[in-house]
């Protein structure tokens, strides 16, 4: 007969068995899919523009699923994929698009590498842009006309942190490619080339640094040099081009503050006067009134080039006030009003206010 | 030494644990795959015209992934992507669509809430389009020109649970907008807009009745109301229609029996006369000889606006025989023959007479 | 109070427990993700043509999803899902495609069956085509111009292995549609329908053999028979195509040595002479250095027919040289140098001479 001792190793064996499956998993679940990671990220909007009579709209205005890899505890891809509006194809007005797509090395404890595909280090909106982590049904405009969000290029990127909450990104990678003439010359968001066969005649450099030192604070400022934005070919002027932004974000008892300016500045060859100097300023305030529900107010100004070979910039100013209501923290429901100015003659102040819901989701 | 009492104790904890473990999974296992559901299906057709020199097809019809998440036991996301026609891009044949991403709430134990991009709660195949759980490799015609599956739109759906197997429905969301001239005017089915920047001046509603509380009935009853299928700016006028679905399903032994009707009516502002009552019939038998084979038969009589500005529609009826092989329960292998016959002058009653294979499959 | 007899019969069924939850994991797995597995790959280039003043270009060539699903231990279903050149859409470059959705039964112990849509059974690139599998930025010209990789139809494939490393395939499937006129006129990989609402009036049919006995050696012929690159209709002309491919590969010590030969012989009536011919050949030989560096060269001959109607076909030479760094065993960074050479009249021989640089990975 087992002796009380011996009874006493098989239990304990047991318990450690059994702490080591709790650890470790069971070999039932593939090694393949523990190296996985799949996300996304999505929103709906819709938009009634309160002074116009017609062309409200409804759009599943993106579609996003990430998919990474770790190939070791050093080495990782990622990659986001995305459908906008909804339907793309000959004759759709939506698209799809890789956003993402680069390997990322860590090459010490406190440097890493991302070779490919990636978001240029630039703005609030360009690297977290899930709908549940900013307020407001759409993003705001500097981070769409003036720092061109979502953008993305391909190249290296090195970053380091250098402790104490400082840390810096710099990155070599492809230019805009911005039209000369045509529909929308000049226009910086046009410019982007998607790294879709994107012409490299030219590159561009960035470069962050960012400050979240202090609890509750985030700062940063990158600068942005783009060789040509016309990626002209050998031998033909050139247009250079000098993006500096800033923004400075702080939260305290549920409340947030939020400022950010970005300028680009190009060479006089651009040809119009106008278009050599584009700017914006964005300043919002937010409140989380309860865990789920918040209300924000933001203000957006633009000095920016639309396309035309105006003598004058266009200069609008957005106002925007809204509440989010997270259903559960990655899921929000949507509503604000924004109330739109030109300063510039022949637009019309009233024709894009709006109110708009929206809702959107994050996984 | 230990007691026998207490290695009592000590097994009882350990069994205790191996339980949970056997239920909860073990932290080797992801959490975010856990929560995660990935699935889809697609189908593959090939289309001989039995009476035509030409013009064959072999397609890759459909192919989908579903991609879900579980937020908690409550709150969930479930999104249905697509690729049609295996190729989407500039001058290609297919197109990539979101056809469903919607956020679905438990609000009580017998009602849910979905938010967001879904399925309209109308017809047979429009919420349940697996290929393996139907008969035929086309879908039938009613639920493509009267019923223009796959429809979804946007908005909110409320459905509650009656109990004894009577559930409902209730929708409101963004609207047709069909063509009034050009290629294909007062055409229901490219009325759709995919919530792709979809006109949003006006909305519908959709309510919808489902009972199945008698083993093997499934019967159900949808009315729709689209405030404008042309989506008239303010002031113009309106064309507002009413769609009516209703249908039964009855499976004894092997046998179903399906009867489905639909019909829109359109205000006579539509302009052609014509176009403003339109509608469909299916009946369908089939047979499952084994649990592997099936064979079927079907009758679509339509009555519909094709796009003219004739002063009659349409009539065109569908009778299709052929068979299921199901090489596993969710794969099917199909065959059949249709024939098709017009009853309006000028339409040639031969050319759309088809021989079809396709290969099925959903996970 | 419990015996030591007991007390020991409960531990061995815990024991047991553990064991059972070791080898099939836990129902806290789902067992849907088990069967689920999912991949993928992609790569972005840089090419830098030396001789041209412009157009040099940076492009994620290729993003690639894989999803396949074991319904059991013989049927599974197996699909890649690609994005090429990171945008489509309304004038977008890219385009969304499906290249391979198909099921494939085992049908004995050495036998299977795939039906759907898959890759032809041809070359050496186009069923094994991830970078991190091949040496150079770029994929050879012959599995492009002669063997239009990647190269998909729908259709079924038989495939036997019949021991000591020999294997067949037979499959019989959708076939190619050329331009007879136009911008891109016998054009071959213009004659790709990608199974997207694909002509299928005319079908094809290919043999591949298979020697993989002698550890080292890998070689395999083809041989592919088309009733009509141009689908014509009943009672026109028809051109038949018969493509005749081999290659062999050997590698040894770390180098490794691989000559491809592929042909194609159209009937006479395709009316221009030149392109009744067209073949290439291609040579490579690599060496492994280390494990995670290796140098290649390759050399290719093309003579084939590039759309005009000339009355002699295009004869390029391409001769490539450079290295892959493997810096994880599937994530490859790549550099080479091409020199091109044209032996037609016409053409300049160094405006396709190119550096390019380029990342590829697969999971």
Not at 50 to 72: K, P, S
Not at 158 to 178: E, K, P, R, V
Not at 338 to 360: E, F, L, M, P, R
């Amino acid at each position: 007969e087992q002796s009380a001792e011996d009874l006493q190793k098989q239990i304990d064996i047991l318990a450690q068995e059994i702490e080591s499956l709790k650890e470790n998993g069971t070999s039932g679940s593939s090694n393949v899919l523990d190296k996985l990671s799949i996300g996304g990220y999505g929103e709906i909007h819709y938009n009634n523009y309160t002074e116009r009579d017609n062309n409200d709209q409804i759009d599943a205005h993106r579609y996003v699923l990430y998919f990474g890899y770790d190939y070791n505890d050093k080495v990782r891809f990622f990659s986001e994929f995305e459908l906008e509006h909804s339907l793309a194809g000959e004759g759709k007005p939506g698209e799809v698009e890789l956003e993402q797509a680069y390997i990322e090395i860590d090459t010490t404890a406190n440097t890493k590498l991302r070779l490919g595909q990636f978001l240029v280090p630039v703005g609030i909106l360009n690297e977290t842009h899930e709908p549940d982590t900013f307020y407001g049904v759409e993003r705001n405009n500097l981070e769409s006309k003036i720092v061109p969000a979502t953008w993305w290029e391909a190249g290296a990127m090195f970053s380091q942190d250098l402790g104490g909450g400082l840390t810096y990104d710099i990155a070599g990678h492809s230019g805009l490619n911005m039209f000369k003439a045509g529909g929308t010359p000049n226009k910086i968001r046009s410019g982007r080339q998607k790294v879709a066969e994107a012409n490299g005649n030219k590159g561009a450099m960035t470069g962050r640094v960012r400050y979240a030192g202090i609890p509750g604070l985030d700062m940063a400022a990158s600068v942005q040099y783009q060789q040509d934005v016309f990626q002209a070919a050998q031998g033909f002027d050139t247009v250079s081009g000098v993006l500096v932004e800033a923004h400075a974000r702080y939260s305290i008892a549920g409340a947030t503050f939020t400022i950010q300016h970005a300028e680009w500045e190009f060479d006089e060859e651009i040809g119009v006067e106008a278009a050599e100097e584009q700017s914006g300023l964005m300043a919002e305030v937010s409140y989380k009134l309860t865990e789920k529900f918040g209300v924000f107010a933001r203000h957006t100004e633009l000095d920016w080039n639309d396309g035309g070979a105006d003598l004058e910039n266009t200069e609008r100013t957005d106002s925007t006030a809204g509440v989010n209501y997270w259903i559960v923290p990655r899921v929000a429901l949507k509503a604000d009003y924004t109330d739109v100015h030109y300063d510039t003659d022949g637009k019309d102040n009233d024709a894009d206010d709006n109110v708009s819901i929206g809702i959107g989701w994050s996984f």
